[in-house]
C-alpha cells in the first residue's frame, strides 16, 4: 500500500529559505511612490527585472490604499508583487482578493536593499573605502560596502548577497548574488577565485546562472559596452 502511494506522488512539500525584495512602503501618496519607483529604476534599469516584490504597507497609517494600483505601477516597471504584508485587516483581504499571498514575519529580519536615499553618481576615485569581512559570508545574509570597494576573505555562500559602490574582491568561492557599482559606477569589477554565482550585476547591468559560463580558477567580471564580460586572471 505505501509503494503504491509513493509511486503515485506528483509533489513533495518543502520548506526553503528565499530571499524576497521587500518595498518598505512610508507614504501611500501614489504620485509620490511612482516619481520614486521611475528614480530608482533609472539608476539600475536591468537590475530589477522579473523581481518578486513584496509590498509592506506596516508603517502606513492610512487604509485608504488601492493595492491594484501599486501591483499595476509595479508590473509596468517589470517587477512582480507577490505577497502584501500590512497590520490593517481590510487591506489583508484586499491583498487575496487581488491574489496576492499575505505574510506576517517581523520587518526587524529585513535587510534594507538601499539603506539611503539616492544620490546622483559621482567620481569616487578620490575618496575609495574599503569594507572587510574575513568570516564566510552565509546563506541569507546580505553584505553592504557604501562609497567604496568590498572585500571578503572567505567565501560566499548560496542565497548570499554582496553590494557595493565599488569593487568586489571574493578571495574565495563567490556564490549567491554580487552586485558592484550600485551607485552607478560602470567602471566598477568583481573578482573572485572561483565563480559559481546566481547572479552579478555591474550598474545594474546584469547576468543570470544560465548565461554564466565561468571559467576555470580566478576570473574577474566587468562591463564593456553595457555588456557583462566574464574574463580568467
Known amino acids: 500500500m505505501t509503494d503504491n502511494l509513493l509511486k503515485s506522488q ?3 512539500l518543502k520548506g526553503r529559505l528565499c530571499t524576497l525584495t521587500v518595498l518598505y512602503i512610508m507614504d501611500a ?22 523581481t518578486p516584490i513584496v509590498l509592506d504597507f506596516s508603517a502606513v497609517q492610512t487604509s485608504a490604499i488601492n493595492i491594484h494600483n501599486f501591483c499595476h505601477l509595479l508590473r509596468e516597471h517589470s517587477l512582480i508583487p507577490v505577497a ?10 484586499e491583498a487575496l ?9 517581523s520587518s ?8 539611503q536615499p539616492l544620490e546622483p553618481v559621482v567620481d569616487l576615485t578620490d575618496t575609495i573605502k574599503t569594507k572587510l569581512l574575513t ?10 560596502s557604501k562609497g567604496g570597494d568590498l572585500v571578503i576573505v572567505s567565501s560566499v555562500s548560496h542565497g548570499a ?10 578571495y574565495g568561492a563567490l ?9 552607478g559606477n560602470k567602471q566598477s569589477r568583481i573578482f573572485c577565485q572561483s565563480l559559481d554565482a546566481e547572479l552579478v550585476s555591474i550598474a545594474g547591468f546584469y547576468r543570470l546562472r544560465d548565461a554564466i559560463e565561468p571559467p576555470i580558477g580566478p576570473c574577474q567580471i566587468y562591463l564593456q559596452d553595457d555588456h557583462i564580460q566574464i574574463d580568467p586572471l
Do not use: C, M
Open 10 to 12: 506528483a509533489f513533495k
Open 29 to 50: 501618496d501614489e504620485a509620490l511612490f511612482t516619481d520614486y519607483l521611475n528614480e530608482v529604476i533609472s539608476k539600475a534599469p536591468r537590475l530589477f527585472t522579473n
Open 84 to 93: 502584501v504584508q500590512s497590520a490593517s485587516f481590510s487591506l489583508q483581504t
Open 97 to 105: 482578493a487581488a491574489g496576492l499571498a499575505v505574510l506576517g514575519a
Open 108 to 115: 526587524s529580519q529585513d535587510r534594507s536593499l538601499i539603506e
Open 135 to 144: 568570516s564566510q559570508v552565509r546563506s541569507g545574509q546580505q553584505v553592504v
Open 161 to 170: 548577497e554582496l553590494l557595493a559602490d565599488g569593487n568586489i574582491h571574493v
Open 175 to 183: 556564490r549567491g548574488r554580487a552586485l558592484a557599482g550600485i551607485a
